[in-house]
């Protein structure tokens, strides 16, 4: 079982960049899929980006591709989204979840969640 803590939301500007981390509990972390999903208010959870376990490999959803770069730091648990370029639409509470398997983009498929942490863009 795996433990995640979201932080570095905020405020900003449109244009502007944030990261936030997600730390992880447990010795086996690297045996982990992390995945970032957000959620607007009055939206349904949606797919943001992924590291898959063991591989690294990466993917993003079309609307963040470009401008948002997901990476993994084994030795620290620790998984970053860093966000460039932001825009008012990509505001919303970015969660951060874990599985043992492979790629997807189901927020059904991820059994662990963080609490989340609120990313606001102003226009």
């Known amino acids: 079982q795996v433990q995640l803590v979201e932080s570095g939301g905020g405020l900003v500007q449109a244009g502007g960049s944030l990261r936030l981390s997600c730390a992880a509990s447990?010795?086996?972390?690297?045996?982990?899929?992390i995945g970032w999903f957000r959620q607007a208010p009055g939206t349904e959870r949606e797919f943001v980006a992924a590291?898959?376990?063991?591989?690294?490999?990466?993917y993003y959803a079309d609307s963040v591709k470009g401008r948002f770069t997901i990476s993994r730091d084994n030795a620290k648990n620790t998984v970053y989204l860093q966000m460039n370029s932001l825009k008012p639409e990509d505001t919303a509470v970015y969660y951060c979840?874990?599985?043992?398997?492979?790629?997807?983009?189901?927020?059904?498929?991820?059994?662990?969640w963080g609490q989340g942490t609120q990313v606001t863009v102003s226009s």
């Open positions: 447990g010795r086996t972390f690297s045996s982990y899929s």
């Open positions: 979840a874990a599985r043992q398997g492979g790629r997807s983009e189901s927020s059904a498929f991820y059994p662990y």
């Open positions: 590291v898959i376990r063991w591989s690294g490999t990466t």
